[in-house]
C-alpha cells in the first residue's frame, strides 16, 4: 500500500511538472518613454508577455509612484472579428445602415467613449507581431515627486504568477518631449517587407524641441528621428544618449541591442559632427560649441537602420555638466 501511495504521488508530481513549466513568467521588454521629470505626472507604455493580472508596478528607491491604467493583452482574429461587428452595431462599421442617422442624431456620451475604446483596441492590433514576446501593453500612470533624487531606477510590474525583470526607468530634471509611440510591428514576410514599416506622417518626421531637454523617442526600421533648435554662438552643448543603458540586450535582434548613431546638421543639411559611441560607453556623446546662431538639426537612427517598439531611446541635449573623468579612483579608509 505505502509503494502504491509513494507511485501516485511520483506520478502526480510527474504530470505537475510540465503544467509548471508551461506557465509563462511576466516580461517586460521596454518602457516608453523611458523616464520623465521631477515633479510631473505622465503616461507609459510597458510591451511584454505573461502580462495578465498585472495589479502592481514597482519602482525602487523613493519619491516615485506608479499605478496600472489598462492592460492590453494580445487578441486574437476571432475577438477582432467580434470588435468589428459591435462597432458595425454601435453605428461605426464600414457596413452599418445607420451611420448616416448617427451624425445627425444627438450622441451618446457613453457610446463614444466604447466607440473610442474599441477603436483603439482595433489600432493596436498585428495579426502577426514582428516580436510576439513585446505584443502585450500595460498603460501606466506615473507621478514624480519634485524631490525624487534624480537617475536610474529599476521598473518592475508584478502579477499573480510573479515579479517581472526590471528594465531601467529615469528621473530627470529638464523639461521632457515625448514622440508618439509606435504602433506593434507586423513580422517581415519575405517580398512584403513594407507591410512591416511604421511610417510616420510627414508631420511626425521632425519636431522642433527648446534647449535644454530630454527628447524621448523608438525607431522604427528604416526610420530616422530629426530634432531642430535655436543655438548660440558659443554654446558648448552636450547630447548624450541612453539606448543600451535601458535596453542592454535583445535576444533577437542582429546584432542582439539597439545601436544608435547621432548627427548634428546646419540648417543647409551640412554634417557638423557625428558619433556612435563614447569611449567604453557603447552609446553616443557629443561635445559641441555652436559656431554661429541660427537653426541646427540633431538626426539619431539605429547603425543599420533596423527598429521597433524596444529600440527605445533618451536623447539628453543643454548646456549640462557631464563627467568625464575622475582621479584618483578611490582612498584608504580613514
Request: aromatic fraction near 8%; hydrophobic fraction near 40%; proline fraction near 7%.
Amino acid at each position: 500500500m505505502r509503494k502504491l501511495r509513494w507511485l501516485a504521488l511520483v506520478g502526480l508530481a510527474v504530470l505537475a511538472a510540465p503544467a509548471a513549466q508551461a506557465q509563462v513568467r511576466p516580461y517586460i521588454g521596454f518602457v516608453y518613454p523611458a523616464g520623465g521629470q521631477q515633479g510631473t505626472t505622465f503616461q507609459i507604455r510597458l510591451g511584454g508577455q505573461g502580462l495578465d493580472g498585472v495589479n502592481k508596478v514597482l519602482v525602487s528607491g523613493t519619491g516615485v509612484s506608479a499605478r496600472v491604467v489598462e492592460y492590453l493583452r494580445r487578441l486574437n482574429p476571432q475577438e477582432m472579428s467580434l470588435l468589428r461587428e459591435q462597432l458595425t452595431q454601435l453605428g461605426r462599421g464600414p457596413r452599418s445602415w445607420s451611420a448616416k442617422v448617427a451624425t445627425t442624431e444627438k450622441k451618446d456620451p457613453a457610446t463614444e467613449r466604447l466607440v473610442a475604446r474599441i477603436q483603439q483596441r482595433m489600432a493596436e492590433y498585428v495579426g502577426q507581431p514582428q516580436c510576439a514576446s513585446i505584443a502585450s501593453l500595460v498603460l501606466v500612470e506615473v507621478t514624480m515627486a519634485p524631490e525624487a533624487k534624480p537617475g536610474p531606477r529599476e521598473l518592475r510590474v508584478a502579477t499573480p504568477r510573479g515579479v517581472s525583470n526590471p528594465l531601467v526607468f529615469y528621473v530627470g530634471q529638464v523639461p521632457e518631449i515625448c514622440r508618439k509611440p509606435m504602433i506593434t510591428s507586423s513580422k517581415q514576410v519575405l517580398g512584403h517587407e513594407e507591410l512591416a514599416l511604421r511610417k510616420r506622417p510627414d508631420d511626425e518626421v521632425e519636431q522642433r524641441i527648446s534647449v535644454p531637454c530630454v527628447a524621448n523617442g523608438q525607431i522604427a526600421s528604416g526610420e530616422v528621428n530629426w530634432y531642430r533648435f535655436e543655438g548660440r554662438k558659443g554654446q558648448r552643448l552636450v547630447l548624450s544618449v541612453d539606448a543600451r543603458q535601458l535596453v542592454p540586450y535583445i535576444a533577437d535582434a542582429v546584432p542582439g541591442w539597439f545601436q544608435p548613431v547621432l548627427a548634428i546638421y546646419d540648417a543647409r543639411g551640412k554634417e557638423l559632427a557625428f558619433n556612435d559611441d563614447y569611449r567604453f560607453r557603447p552609446d553616443p556623446v557629443i561635445f559641441f560649441e555652436i559656431p554661429k546662431d541660427g537653426e541646427y538639426l540633431v538626426a539619431i537612427t539605429d547603425a543599420i537602420y533596423r527598429g521597433r517598439e524596444d529600440f527605445v531611446y533618451r536623447l539628453t541635449i543643454g548646456e549640462l555638466p557631464f563627467v568625464t573623468s575622475v582621479f584618483p579612483l578611490g582612498a584608504r579608509a580613514g
